[in-house]
């Protein structure tokens, strides 16, 4: 099974190498009994660039959504 670990933004090139931001992140703390991934969902408090682009074009949202927190425990 695949499971997401995390949500980047490329923010550009730096010396020939792509420069990520983590905007979401799953954190693992353990296994359950059945053998599953246990952990956190976090936001890193990181603002992606490309929603002032989505904003000019009508997108909205909570202001808060990118607050740095654990958004889930699973």
Same mark, same amino acid.
């Given at each position: 099974? /695949?499971? #997401?670990? =995390? #949500? &980047? %933004? #490329?923010?550009?090139?730096?010396?020939?190498?792509?420069?990520?931001?983590? @905007?979401?992140?799953?954190?693992?703390? $353990? #296994?359950?009994? =059945?053998?599953?991934? @246990?952990? *956190?969902? &976090?936001? *890193? $408090?990181?603002?992606?660039?490309?929603? *002032? /682009?989505? %904003? /000019?074009?009508?997108? *909205?949202?909570? %202001?808060?959504?990118?607050?740095?927190?654990?958004?889930?425990?699973?």
């Amino acid at each position: 099974h /695949r499971r #997401i670990l =995390q #949500i &980047s %933004e #490329i923010q550009g090139v730096k010396d020939n190498a792509y420069v990520m931001k983590d @905007v979401f992140l799953f954190s693992q703390t $353990g #296994i359950d009994e =059945q053998g599953r991934a @246990v952990g *956190t969902f &976090s936001c *890193t $408090g990181e603002r992606p660039f490309c929603l *002032t /682009r989505m %904003e /000019r074009y009508g997108a *909205t949202w909570n %202001e808060d959504f990118f607050t740095e927190r654990v958004l889930k425990e699973v």
